[in-house]
């Protein structure tokens, strides 16, 4: 039994920054890629951005230069720096893991409002 818990949403203004944390725990063997996600309301759940285990990146278009993943091995943890966000960035957002199995934790919200 894996487990992944989401910190750091929350409301921010416009042009804002937040940084999101997930921290795995439990029956973790390996882990390949751990990643975030999003959904906003009325939309499919899409990649944000993902980290493979030897350290490679892959981000969305509309978060690049904007948001950044890093990874601490050692604490299981992930994590994504968003800086200069924008309304279109509001969504609940997910954490995934790949390894040993497709795990996502429970979603934290991130509001971008003036």
């Known amino acids: 039994q894996v487990q992944l818990v989401e910190s750091g949403g929350g409301l921010v203004q416009p042009g804002g920054s937040l940084r999101l944390s997930c921290a795995a725990s439990?029956?973790?063997?390996?882990?390949?890629?751990m990643g975030w996600y999003r959904q906003a309301p009325g939309k499919q759940r899409e990649l944000v951005a993902q980290?493979?285990?030897?350290?490679?990146?892959n981000y969305a278009d509309s978060v690049k230069g904007r948001f950044t993943i890093s990874r601490d091995n050692a604490k299981n943890t992930v994590y994504l720096q968003m800086n200069s966000l924008k309304p279109e960035d509001t969504a609940v957002y997910y954490c995934?893991?790949?390894?040993?199995?497709?795990?996502w934790g429970q979603g934290t919200q991130v509001t971008v409002s003036s």
């Open positions: 995934r893991l790949l390894g040993g199995g497709d795990h």
């Open positions: 980290i493979a285990s030897g350290g490679s990146t």
């Open positions: 439990g029956s973790i063997f390996r882990i390949f890629v």
